[in-house]
């Protein structure tokens, strides 16, 4: 292989890359009726700015530590935004007594559990660790 072709070929991969990342499927409580939710409507609730869902009923965050590339590939791709915003915004709101954190958890197992059993929950895990225990509002890239 010629030396300009490996350096092409390098450089396309690199590309193309980026593009490449596991999706993640919003899930909810079973009994949760909400069907789909616009990325602004995400920001705002895992940024913990909307308390209740569409009709009413509380709603619970759950996320993954900060440092689970779960977690990052959400917030990047999903929210636009990196883990350290998001947790300067939950920051801000606990030290100024105007708001709460999500629950972090520790696996996507867990996830899958708490949202599961907790009325009002929404949390992400990856596509291959969605059970039949939890609502899914969808893959997204």
Same mark, same amino acid.
């Given at each position: 292989?010629?030396k300009?072709l490996?350096?092409?070929l390098?450089?396309?991969c690199l590309l193309?890359?980026p593009?490449?990342?596991?999706?993640?499927?919003?899930i909810?409580?079973?009994a949760?009726n909400?069907?789909?939710?616009?990325?602004?409507?995400l920001?705002a /609730?895992?940024a $913990?700015r909307?308390p *209740?869902?569409?009709?009413g009923s509380?709603? #619970?965050v =759950?996320?993954?530590?900060d440092?689970d590339?779960?977690?990052?590939?959400?917030?990047k791709? /999903?929210?636009? $935004?990196?883990?350290y *915003?998001?947790r300067?915004?939950?920051d801000? #709101?606990v =030290?100024?007594g105007?708001?709460t954190a999500?629950?972090t958890v520790k696996?996507e197992?867990?996830m899958?559990?708490r949202?599961s059993t907790?009325?009002?929950?929404?949390?992400y895990?990856?596509?291959?660790?969605v059970d039949?225990?939890?609502?899914?509002?969808?893959e997204?890239l």
């Amino acid at each position: 292989m010629t030396k300009l072709l490996r350096c092409s070929l390098i450089i396309g991969c690199l590309l193309i890359a980026p593009n490449l990342v596991a999706a993640q499927v919003l899930i909810v409580h079973p009994a949760n009726n909400t069907t789909e939710l616009s990325r602004n409507t995400l920001r705002a /609730i895992f940024a $913990m700015r909307t308390p *209740q869902w569409p009709d009413g009923s509380p709603l #619970q965050v =759950f996320v993954l530590d900060d440092s689970d590339s779960t977690h990052t590939s959400f917030c990047k791709h /999903i929210l636009g $935004m990196f883990p350290y *915003q998001l947790r300067r915004i939950w920051d801000r #709101q606990v =030290f100024s007594g105007t708001g709460t954190a999500p629950i972090t958890v520790k696996t996507e197992q867990e996830m899958l559990e708490r949202v599961s059993t907790t009325k009002g929950a929404i949390g992400y895990v990856l596509p291959e660790k969605v059970d039949d225990s939890v609502k899914t509002l969808g893959e997204l890239l």
